[in-house]
């Protein structure tokens, strides 16, 4: 067996590849445990992990008083064994997906190698990285990055099983993966669309592909249900068993509602047809630019037919059809179509690296992005605070947080403009410090200034330095992290509960102790029946006004009306 070669990129000094893949893991670190979690998502699964570990019910995620029902408990799971490892939940509830993104770019470099040699593989792992949508996510405490890295492995395991090794236990790996990510957001089985591109290849390929054997079947079915089943079997065994409608109502929505009539008939994010080409046209920035180039290329492969861009570019198309098909879409929901396309780009890059057009879109892609980020930070530090009011209001920031980020935007762009210069002709040397220098900005500069008014902790604080430390808290109107921030035990009644039956358990509750209780509520929530002249104003945070109401501020005698509701729209 010939020694194994270092990764490189062609015609770089062998220095460069170490050095872009310690800034790249560099930029994926930054910031960790500097913030707190933010909106959207992030506090919502942090505090049912937090829940988790506090209660030790792992099975059923909760939110508050009320089960969460909207997604599988398998992503805050992995919080939650992150938090026991490392007992910090600002570096835990960020671990899931940090290490999932390096091990989706470990298996994209690896596939890449396998499928086309070594040359491919620092293209695919860089071509990645550089790609805006990746290390956004892989920044965000959301299920998506821990999905695309099931999603990555399930790949991985049925290319090689269809294009390089026939074993059963490859087969099995890769349905394992697919189902296991069905547990972690619904989707999770798409992998498995790769055999519909295969059997057209298979048809078509210039040398034979071999057909799976009945025990390769068994394995891979086996292999799905063993994945799938690991929450399945013991949330359904438990539900069905259980006397608890509420328990029975979670099955079923999860089963039902949160699957097929999430994506048949969504009640939510609906957007046109298109959506999706506006979405690759900003987040897949800059892979998307070299799309007049890849585009004929790729047409070019499949026509031949090459198995291998067949198998990945047939999925990732499939992917896109699947989506698109449906009513609701998100920018997340195509994030697992990128490491299989930066795997088929792979060996086109360093060809098309050469060619001068190509040089010039990246270079000015680079250029325009410092450009944009300083001035940006230039404006932001020069105009008059009047000209900020509408970038501040409700949101709780300050001027010191602009001057926060004015600095970072300017440091960001001086940087980048330092690394086009340093790397001049090494057009993917620059891209990816560029980029690396952007994550970085953006890990310990950009999100720590924003964390602690979006994350709702300088709201929070203030609430409990004007209640004082004796005093208990209530809630209604609340949003995930403003549970997850109290200072103190909260009581709440319920997320989703109709507003009058929240305001009548809210009365019952005040008149048990109102000297020493306080509710916290939305401005336009308040009900009927408190007294506005005794309503505290608590500031603003998240495009939102809060209030405080002390248990005296309960109008006597007064009965919220059964069928009395805010009259607040969904954050």
């Known amino acids: 067996m010939p020694p194994m070669r270092p990764m490189r990129l062609q015609h770089a000094p062998g220095w460069q590849t170490p050095l872009l893949l310690v800034l790249m893991v560099w930029a994926l670190l930054a910031g960790l445990g500097m913030r707190e979690p933010m909106p959207a998502d992030e506090p919502r699964f942090v505090l049912a992990a937090r829940t988790m570990v506090e209660t030790g019910q792992w099975l059923f995620p909760h939110r508050g008083v009320e089960l969460y029902a909207e997604k599988p408990p398998t992503f805050m799971w992995l919080q939650a064994v992150s938090y026991l490892l490392v007992r910090s939940w600002q570096v835990a509830f ?63 395991a049925l290319l090689r099983y269809l294009l390089e090794k026939p074993s059963p236990w490859l087969l ?25 591109p295969w059997l057209w290849a298979r048809r078509t390929a210039s ?22 089943g690991t929450w399945l079997v013991p949330m359904l065994a438990t539900a069905l068993s259980s006397p608890d409608p509420a328990l029975q109502g979670y099955a079923r929505e999860m089963l039902f509602k949160q699957t097929g009539t999430r994506y048949a008939n969504a009640w939510h994010h609906v957007k046109p047809a298109w959506y999706y ?29 090459d198995a291998r861009h067949v198998l990945l570019l047939g999925w990732a198309a499939l992917v896109l059809v699947f989506f698109s098909a449906s009513p609701g879409k998100r920018e997340v929901y195509i994030f697992p179509m990128l490491p299989a396309l930066a795997v088929a780009a ?57 001057a926060q980020l004015s600095g970072w935007l300017l440091g960001f762009a001086v940087v980048a403009l330092a690394a086009i210069v340093a790397a001049r002709r090494h057009v993917p040397v620059a891209l990816v410090a560029v980029t690396a220098a952007l994550w970085t900005a953006y890990g310990m500069g950009f999100m720590p200034a924003l964390s602690p008014d979006s994350s709702a902790k300088a709201l929070m604080q203030r609430v409990g330095e004007r209640i004082g430390p004796d005093a208990e808290l209530a809630m209604l109107g609340w949003r995930e992290q403003h549970l ?12 989703k509960q109709p507003w009058a039956a929240q305001w009548q358990h809210a009365h019952a509750w005040l008149l048990q102790a109102p000297a020493k209780r306080w509710l916290f509520l939305r401005r336009e929530a308040i009900g009927p029946c408190l007294d506005p002249a005794k309503v ?36």
């Open 94 to 156: 960020l671990l899931p997906s940090l290490l999932a993104a390096l091990l989706t770019l470990g298996l994209s470099g690896d596939l890449a190698r396998r499928l086309w040699g070594r040359h491919a593989m620092p293209y695919a792992v860089f071509g990645l990285f550089v790609c805006l949508q990746f290390a956004l996510q892989a920044k965000r405490a959301q299920i998506d990055m821990v999905l695309v890295a099931m999603t990555t492995l399930s790949l991985w």
């Open 172 to 196: 099995a790996l890769g349905t394992f993966a697919a189902g296991l990510g069905t547990v972690t957001k619904g989707v999770g089985f798409l992998p498995l669309l790769v055999f519909l």
């Open 207 to 228: 040398r034979a592909l071999p057909a799976p054997r009945g025990v390769h079947v068994l394995a891979g079915v086996a292999g799905f249900l063993l994945g799938a």
């Open 277 to 305: 080409l506006q979405a690759m046209l900003t987040l897949w920035l800059p892979g998307v630019l070299l799309a007049p180039w890849l585009l004929p290329a790729w047409w070019r492969r499949v026509r031949r037919p």
């Open 346 to 402: 792979a060996p086109l890059l360093p060809g098309l690296l050469r060619r001068r057009a190509v040089r010039a879109t990246l270079w000015s892609y680079m250029a325009v992005l410092a450009l944009v980020a300083g001035m940006l930070g230039a404006w932001l530090s020069m105009a008059p605070p009047e000209r900020l009011h509408a970038l501040l209001d409700g949101r709780g920031m300050d001027m010191a947080t602009v």
């Open 484 to 495: 997850l921030q109290a200072d103190r035990p909260v009581t709440d009644f319920g997320f």
């Open 536 to 571: 505290i104003d608590i500031g603003a945070s998240n495009r939102r006004a809060w209030i405080l109401a002390p248990g005296d501020a309960w109008i006597e005698g007064c009965d919220v009306p059964p069928d009395w509701s805010a009259d607040v729209g969904e954050d």
